[in-house]
């Protein structure tokens, strides 16, 4: 509830009452948005969902209206439920004046259905990719795709969560009522102007950087405040911003623990105090509210190896800042909930002597003049400002072929002054290593996205299985969207 309809259910005017700041304050917390679920309907294909982009307006600041887009809603989209063994059919249909894509971050599904920027979904059509759910219980979620305006898309508001859940899951004593102690927590920076529009894209800076607002929306939700029912919540972070890195921790530093990151579980549940999600990166978390008392999830700055160095890290301010997420008001009674597992799942760790080959990336960035528009962008096939491999991305270059059954090593050295969010589709890898150093505990599971920190090299190992078509490709990409759309982009085929 924003302040205004408080107000109105009182029957008060805004400008009636003087109410004292701190009163103000507590009241103008809005309870948490919670994306309404899409199971989607039988059909015939197996089970069919229906996703509609659509333009509206939503009231983020009480009395503004902001121009959004969303998914069969003004702001973000539904969350999907997926159930590995289906066959699904999913839906999409365009109702925007503009083109755009819908991706599905994370998942494993054939080139076709993949939803990248070769996949353009024209205004007034429906898109209706389908395939078979084939892959662990997990977090992940959907986004535009569109070239050079995924950015611009994704910040307006197309994007939503999917969670896949399977027979570990069901198994295993999580918190698993959705919305009640299962709780998506989308969250995702903006820049308001004064009429409540949202700001994007206005200085070099902006693209050099990636684009940071100085608010957090939760869910779509500015000031959010959730209260817990139950002894433990688990929380789906999904770290849904253009470029922010957020380092999520609690105000009275207590502790959580991890039990899932991109890809799904992880072996063991991990014990954080502060977790560290680049853009697109999502992790599971169960935060235990037996005490009580209440708390903020907030984000702390963003320390080595991942902050900007040098000047970089003076313009990168928005990571260089500690801000509050979501307030946390436990019930005064809490139902009961079930110790928690230690034990989650068992992965198979890819050995790198069964890789085929190692591929280098190194990703690099032209500084200075001209970092708005990209030099690439008037031939119309990519182009910008940021490359891989002293190239940007260019949609009639396929850049890797890989042979379908077969496990590659790829090694992303960073050549830039700050972190870049190194993505790939097609499937979840493990980290090897960085800079040469086995990955810490919370980096051990299945990933589709890492952090490369400025100067630091990553390694990963990942099998590239089923869904052969020489023709059609998936992306790798920084996901800090302001990169992707202008280069820091390439194309591979499994073949
Ligand atoms: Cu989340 Cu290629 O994207
Ligand atoms: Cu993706
Ligand atoms: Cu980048």
Redesign the pocket.
Known sequence: MSRRTFLKGLGLAPSTLLIPRWVMAAQAKNPLQIPPRLDGVASEKGKSYSLRAQAGTREFIAGLRTPTLGINQDYLGPTVFLRRGEDVELNVSNTLKEQTTL?W?GLHVPAKADG?PAQIIEPGTTWSPNFNVNQNAGTF?Y?S?LLHKTGEQVYRGLAGLIILEDEKSDMLDLPKNYGVDDIPLIVQDKRFNSDGSLAYVGSPRDVMMGFFGDKTLVNGTLDPVFRPTTQRVRFRLLNAANARSFTFAFDDQREFQLVATDGGFIEKTVSCSSLVLGP?ERAEIVVDFNDASPCKLISLPLGSPFAARGMMGRMQAGNNARSELLTIEPAAKLEQSPALPTELTTLSPLNPRDAATTRKLTLSMAMGMGMMGGRGRRGGGGGGNFFINGQAMDMSVINYRVKKDTTEIWEITNDTMMMHPF?I?HSQFQILDRDGLAPEAHERGLKDTVKVGPGETVRFIMRFENYADPNTSY?Y?C?ILEH?DNGMMGQFTVE
Do not use: D, I, R
Request: proline share 0%; charged share 10%; net charge negative.
């Open positions: 991706h971050h990248g979620w986004h795709h697109s993505h589709h992306m990409h996901h992707e």
